[in-house]
């Protein structure tokens, strides 16, 4: 039985917020045969507190739970955060030198910092390291601040920490093409490497929507154009409530606007509505995953809504808007995700951040039943062939068995 550490900082357990991925690879490693152990911190990134360990403990997994502690922070974007990572690289290694006995690691990337700690072990121990890229740092933060010469020095040790880490990887998991390849940007290198989208599990999508949409109240005028996500800089929220103040301008006041999700605009952007007076926008805030489902799925279309200069590629809430079988309509502007729209007919690609152009596109939807119904329809055959998880993340099972094998077979 091969024995394997999965190491994220991003990790939702037991009646906690945020994304279910990691744990659904370790299930999947667990299932498969492998003794995992999932290696995080103490501190909840989504509920920005501590865990209680103490209620963790006599929680049940298919996975061993081991922690780290990080001290935590309060702002996503907050340099407590990057001090927070740096204790908890630390802590990581502290670990995995006492505890450390694995035929692999498997770590998400990033934190970067975390990441390399977890590479730079394997390395000594001489066994492999796989990278899953999830989001790029420094890449990412250059939206926030993207001052030439000066976000080069502040991001440079993010920079050099990437690097490291893609240098050391024996095999790369990416969420998107965009991120599989990063690693092999300043190097190409001879090592496994696969796209596997993150995905959800379509019978606990369809399970959780079904359980919950009776509570849901919907009038049979009304049509949703909805957005599930974080409010947040990188998300073009604005220009979705602005639209549903000029569709109703239009003489469309049945078209509401759902946004679903927490973040640091939102109160902002409620303020927006309730100043021009917007009713036919809401925001509903944080749903649990069931009820978010059975609100995508009586929507009419979906809106995945990025500014302009967002670094986003294929998103977590990609695999359930595709689930819910509507149309979407994309403004993100990560080509490979634009060309994914258009190739596989799910939805149509638009300019982020112009109110007319969205109101437009919305009305013509609204207006073209046949168009959304053949959308829809597309989308869900997608989520089924690419998004479900128990089908996609065989790929990475595969990948960390071939490598196992390639170094107990050289050793």
Known sequence: MYKVAVITMGIRLDDEKGYTRFRSV?????????????????????EK???????????KYKFGVKFIYEPGYKKNIDLR??????????????????????????????PNDVALAAAEYAKKKGIPFVADVNDLWP?????????????????????????????????????????????????????????????????????????????IVKDKEEFWVSYAGTIGTSYDIRTMVLAGEELAKRGMPQI??????????KEELEELANSRKISNVEFVGYAPYDLMAAYLKKSDILVNSFVKKAPQSIVTKIGDYLAAGKPMINTCMSPEFRAKVKNDGFGVNIIPEDVNILADMIEKLYKNEEARVKMGEKARKIAEEQFD???????????????????????
């Open 389 to 411: 998880r128990p089908k996609s993340y065989r790929k990475i099972e595969e990948l960390i068995r071939g490598l196992i094998e390639k170094n107990q077979n050289r050793n």
């Open 256 to 265: 509401k606007i759902k946004i679903l999700g927490g973040g640091p605009m």
């Open 81 to 110: 955060r990057i001090y927070s990572h740096r204790i908890a690289a630390k802590n990581l290694m502290n670990l995995l030198e006492k505890e450390g006995d694995y035929d692999l690691l498997y770590a998400e990337i990033p």
């Open 139 to 215: 890449e990412a933060m250059r939206m926030i601040i993207d001052i030439p010469v000066i976000s080069d020095i502040i991001f440079y040790s993010l920079l050099r920490d990437a690097e490291k880490v893609y240098r050391l990887a024996s095999g790369v998991i990416g969420t998107s093409d965009e991120y599989r390849d990063r690693p092999f940007k300043r190097r190409n290198r001879d090592i496994p490497r696969e796209t596997v989208y993150v995905g959800n599990e379509l019978t606990v999508f369809d399970a959780g929507a079904a359980q919950r949409t009776a509570e």
């Open 26 to 46: 370790c299930e999947f490693l667990a299932d498969a045969g492998y003794q995992v152990d999932l290696i995080t911190t103490t501190f909840q990134h989504w």
């Open 49 to 59: 507190a501590q865990r209680d360990l103490e209620k963790i403990k006599n929680e």
